[in-house]
């Protein structure tokens, strides 16, 4: 082989290599999980789909994996504030934080589909 193939093969390996070390990175940063988590959300509701395993092992809380896939930033904003019920059922606790902050919670909510 030439040299300038082996180069370029190197070049893009070394390229997906960071990208695939990039991603899961990317992923722990984002706002709206990391709010999850400092909020011990995560006291109740586990969301296996990002490595998010609930702390009260008694909890019958559902994983949320899959939540987005029913309803939308919107709804989770106001079931949050428990002007909205799930099933008959308004969240135990309403939310605490700020309304930015729902926000960017709610909006990740909705891309667990």
Partial sequence: MSQKIVLRTLILLCVFALVALALPVRAADDPGKKLFVD???NSCHSV??????????????????????DHDAA???????????????????????????????????????
Avoid: R
């Avoid at 296996?48 to 896939?69: E, F, H, N, R, Y």
């Avoid at 059922?89 to 891309?111: F, I, N, R």
């Fill in 39 to 41: 909020n011990k959300c």
């Fill in 75 to 113: 709804w989770f904003s106001k079931y949050l504030m428990k002007e909205e019920a799930a099933d008959g059922k308004k969240h135990v606790k309403a939310w605490a934080g700020s309304k930015e902050d729902l926000e960017t919670l709610s909006k990740w909510l909705a891309t667990l589909k």
């Fill in 48 to 69: 296996d789909s990002q490595g998010i395993a609930k702390t009260m092992a008694s909890s019958k809380a559902p994983d949320l994996s899959k939540v987005g896939a």
